[in-house]
Structure formats: C-alpha cells, structure tokens
T-cell receptor, first 114, second 117 residues
C-alpha cells in the first residue's frame, strides 16, 4: 500500500467502553510499533511486533491495553474499560526488516474518552 | 537509558529568518538521532537522521542538523523559514547502534514552530 493506514481516524468512547484501533502497515514491513501521544507531548512507546510475535510490550500502561498481530500484517490495539486518561492519539508505525531503515507512521487515531 | 530534551516548546520566527530548534540527548550507547515533523492531524514524517559518519546531515525541505558528541546535541536548522514550515518538530533517539536493538524511538516533547509573514 501507499502508506500506513489507521482506522478509525477519530473515536469517541464513553468511560468504561471497550475500543479497538486498527493499523494496516506497509506491505512487507516486518516490524510494527504502537505509540501513544498525549496532548502536547511526544509519542511514547507502547509495544513492538516483529511479524506476528509481540517482542516488547513494556510500554503498555495497564493490563487494560492489549495488542495483537495474528498474521503478521494488520495489528489491532484494544483498550478495555476505557478511562479518561486514555484520551490520546494512538500512532502506528512500520518498518522493513532492516533495523536502520526509517519508521513510517500512520496518521493516527484520536481517542477521546468522555 | 536514553532520553531527549527539546528546549522551547514553542518557537516563532519571521518568514525568511533562520530556524533553530534545539535538541539534547542522553544515551549510554552510540546514538542514532532523528528529526520528525508533524503537521496538524497527521502522522510523523522523517526529516533527517544521523547514524554514523558525517556529523552534518541534510534532510528534506532544506533542513539540516549537526551531531555534536561533545555537547550531546543535535540541533535542527534551516537558513530561511517558509510559511509551510509551520508544524511541530520532534527530536528522537534510538539505540539502533547497539547490537540486538529493536530500533525503538524515544521522542522529545516537541517544539511547535510558528512562522510569521
């Protein structure tokens, strides 16, 4: 594909609802990252996949956050029982197998929890 | 551990003036350094990166940055600002130069650049 695609672009959830955010990386990109960007802040690492394997989930803020990439392509970030502090832009980025190659970012999903 | 500090959350320049956005990093291994730009409601776009070799790196849209190890700095400059440069700029560091790294990026908090006509 032309770039990293994320959906939905905007999501409003009531506190306590579950949400699922989708990332479709560039075709053939092995590595996939999720970042959380709070208002006025830089992106912060959440989790990393290499193909279907989740190799690092140290940035997930709580056990309400769950990510998967079952076939090594599309990834879903799920947040259960959303809280107001989960409001942020969630960015997905992908990269080829070459670790020095640049990360390509999607346009993000802006989540607002009311 | 690695970290990035961007001095100045907001910088304002006149069109045609020099742009200087400051970035200092901390890293226990040889760093790989990046500058990204983010336009409103969009993702991040790579401007330039330093890996090894020449310490002055040139990027897109006329931007360049110089890696200064002694000052642990990687400031971004552009000789003449254009209205289209108004955006938020993020400096990032990676441990890519370290064996076994997954290449995660640690970002600064960003600097919002405004360009006055």
């Amino acid at each position: 594909g032309a770039g990293v695609s994320q959906s939905p672009r905007y999501k409003v959830a009531k506190r306590g609802q579950d949400v699922a955010l989708r990332c479709d990386p560039i075709s053939g990109h092995v590595s996939l990252f999720w970042y959380q960007q709070a208002l006025g802040q830089g992106p912060e690492f959440l989790t990393y996949f290499q193909n279907e394997a989740q190799l690092d989930k140290s940035g997930l803020p709580s056990d309400r956050f769950f990510a998967e990439r079952p076939e090594g392509s599309v990834s879903t970030l799920k947040i259960q029982r959303t809280q107001q502090e989960d409001s942020a832009v969630y960015l997905c980025a992908s990269r080829t197998v070459v670790t020095s190659s640049p990360l390509h970012f999607g346009n993000g999903t802006r989540l607002t929890v009311t | 551990a690695q970290s990035v500090t961007q001095l100045g959350s907001h910088v304002s320049v006149s069109e045609g003036a020099l742009v200087l956005l400051r970035c200092n990093y901390s890293s226990s291994v040889p760093p790989y350094l990046f500058w990204y730009v983010q336009y409103p409601n969009q993702g991040l776009q790579l401007l330039l990166k330093y890996t090894t070799g020449a310490t002055l790196v040139k990027g897109i849209n006329g931007f360049e940055a110089e890696f200064k190890k002694s000052e642990t700095s990687f400031h971004l400059t552009k000789p003449s600002a254009h209205m289209s440069d108004a955006a938020e700029y993020f400096c990032a560091v990676s441990d890519l130069g370290y064996g076994g790294s997954q290449g995660n990026l640690i970002f600064g908090k960003g600097t919002k650049l405004s360009v006055k006509p």
